[in-house]
C-alpha cells in the first residue's frame, strides 16, 4: 500500500521548535490569519465545517482518538480549497488600482473553483487553465461559475506554464496557490484563508491537543499554512506533523530527501488529482522543512475503497461522510504507518494516539464519485 518514506526528522526539541517559529514569524504572521478569519467568517455563506470523531477507522488503527475535519461542505463547492483563491480574490478587488480585475490560474479542479467563485462574486474576469487530465465534470464545475477555460497539453506544471505566458501577454493577474521566486503575495493570502480551518479545530478540540497531524500534499500549500496556524496556536506544543503524498507526485519527499525544493516530473497521474503536483510552493517550502518529521507516499490502491468506507460506517455512532479522493490519503496512511511496527514504532503511533486528518474533498466530480461508490472503480 506504501512505498517506504525514509526521511525521519525529529522536530520535537527546543532548538527545531525554535527554527520553526523563527521561520513562521518571519514567512507568515499570526495578525495575517486572523485577519482572514475574521473577515472570511463575515461571508454570507460562512458555516465553520465539521470535526467528525472517526470510531471505526480509530478502531481498525489500533488509536485512541480519530479526528476528521470534514471540508465537503465548504462555500457549495466541496473542497478546502474555497477559502483560499477566493480569499485572495477579495483582497484583490478591494485594491480600488484593480478595478477591471482579470484573473487567471491553473488549476486540476479545486483551487480554480474557488477562484471561478471569487471572481464571479466580485465581477471580475476569469480564465483557468487545465491540464489534459482534468475530468470535463471539473471543468464543467469552474465554467459554470463563469470562468473562461483553456485545456492545455501536458500536466499541471504545464498547466502552469501556459497560465504564466497568457498573464504575460494579456496583463491578466495570476491568482495560484503556489509560490515561486518574486511570487508570494498572492499565495500568502491564499494560505491565510486556508488558516480558517485551524481556527475551527481550535475550537472544536477545546483543550484537547491531538498527537499527530497528517496532511496531504500536493504544492504544499495548505500543509505550510496548517503548520504555521498550528504553530501560532500550540507553538512548541505542536503536534508531530506527518506528510502524505502520491507516490506518483512526491515532490515533498523528493525535496527533503535533498534538502531542497526538487521538481518531480509527473509521467502518470494519481486519481487523488488534487495532490498531483510536481513542485513544492517556494512559501510552503520552509514551513514543511522545519515543521514536518515525516512523509508516507501512497499509491492509488486503498483511495477507493477509503472513499466507500468514508460513505459507509462500520459504526452506527459515525456519521455517513463524502469524502472525495485527496481526503482518503491521510487516513490510508494512518492505516498503512499501523501496518508497519517499524515504521509506527519511529513515528510513535500507538494506542494511545489521538491523531488528526483533513478531509480535503467531498464529491468534487459526480461521475468519479459514482463509479467509486458502485465499484467500477
Ligand atoms: C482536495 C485537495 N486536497 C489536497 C490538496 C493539496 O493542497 P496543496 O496543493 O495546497 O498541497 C488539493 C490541492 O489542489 C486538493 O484539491
Redesign the pocket.
Known sequence: MTTPYCYTQHLHNAQQSNALGAMVDALFSAGDCATAYSKICQWDAYQPTPLISMTDIAAAAGINKLYYKD?SSRFGLG???AL?GSYAIDCLSQDQSNHALVVCTA?????GRSVAWGASLCGAKCHIFIHANVSEGRADAMAALGAVIHRVEGNYDDAIAACNEASAQHGWQIVS??SWEGYRDIPKMI?AG?SVMTFEMMEQLGDEIPSHVI???????????LIASMWHHWGSRLPMIIMVESDRSDCVYQSLKRDEIHLVNIVEETM????S?GEV?LL?WPLIQQGASHVVTIDDGGVAPMVRWLASPTDDNRPSVIG????A?GLIALLAIRQDAALAHDIGIDSESRVLV?G??GN?DDELYEKIITGAL
Not at 488549476?107 to 483551487?111: A, E, Q, V
Not at 496532511?215 to 499554512?225: E, F, I, N, V
Open positions: 471540508e473542497s478546502f480549497k483560499g488549476t486540476d479542479g479545486n483551487h496557490d503556489t494560505m486556508y496532511l496531504q500534499a500536493g504544492c504544499g500549500a495548505m500543509a505550510g499554512a487523488m488529482a488534487g495532490l503536483c510552493s510552503a472525495g479522493e485527496c481526503s490519503s483533513i480535503t474533498e468534487t
